[in-house]
């Protein structure tokens, strides 16, 4: 019976500080915007880079065409650092709309 009173105990310490540990980030608003919701806060435009990867790697083919392979492989690369950014922004906004991400 005491194990199940001291588990239960220490299940809502944890809660209770996760709670209480969270609850100012959640609740930390700018001077300008009183109600600042956690989807405005995406800082990258998920069209916008399609479109860069989607330009670079047009222009990258045009390259190897005429026969520039080094610009060729420089414009695939930044095509490729762009999508790495892409995903970690795609990955980032389905964890935070998840309460549990994992």
Do not use: H, W, Y
């Amino acid at each position: 019976m005491t194990k199940r009173l001291s588990a239960l105990a220490v299940s809502a310490a944890i809660v209770g500080g996760l709670f209480i540990t969270s609850a100012p980030a959640q609740a930390a608003t700018s001077a300008d915007q009183s109600a600042v919701s956690v989807k405005a806060a995406v800082t990258c435009n998920k069209a916008k880079m399609r479109q860069q990867i989607a330009d670079l790697k047009t222009k990258a083919a045009k390259l190897k065409q005429l026969g520039e392979t080094a610009a060729a492989k420089k414009a695939l690369n930044d095509a490729a650092a762009i999508q790495k950014k892409l995903d970690a922004c795609i990955k980032a906004e389905d964890d935070a709309s998840k309460p549990f991400p994992g």
